[in-house]
Nanobody, 117 residues
Framework: QLQLVESGGGLVQPGGSLKLSCASTGRDFNSYDMAWYRQAVGKQREFVASISTNFAPNFGDSVKGRFTISRDNVEETITLQMNDLQPDDAAVYFC???????????WGHGTSVFVSA
């Protein structure tokens, strides 16, 4: 079982940057594909980015070229570097761990990102 805790959210002006982190505790972190999702007020949860167990990244169309994702299997963390933030990026961002071969998925409680002038 994994416990995920997100941090790094806050208020930023349009065009600004934020770096989100997700710290994991538990077993076998490096066996999980890791991802970020977000949910804005009144909208469904949306895929943002993922990084697989072999460090392959993938991004949602709305963030390609602006966001990067990384993972550190020693520190058992993932990060999401968000650049050129826009008001549409404002949401609660959730960290997700998904085991590629077992029916195990875990979520953090989220961290809020606000984008406003």
């Amino acid at each position: 079982q994994l416990q995920l805790v997100e941090s790094g959210g806050g208020l930023v002006q349009p065009g600004g940057s934020l770096k989100l982190s997700c710290a994991s505790t538990g077993r076998d972190f490096n066996s999980y594909d890791m991802a970020w999702y977000r949910q804005a007020v009144g909208k469904q949860r949306e895929f943002v980015a993922s990084i697989s167990t072999n460090f392959a990244p993938n991004f949602g169309d709305s963030v390609k070229g602006r966001f990067t994702i990384s993972r550190d299997n020693v520190e058992e963390t993932i990060t999401l570097q968000m650049n050129d933030l826009q008001p549409d990026d404002a949401a609660v961002y959730f960290c997700n761990a998904d085991h590629p071969f077992r029916d195990r998925t875990y979520w953090g409680h989220g961290t809020s990102v606000f984008v406003s002038a």
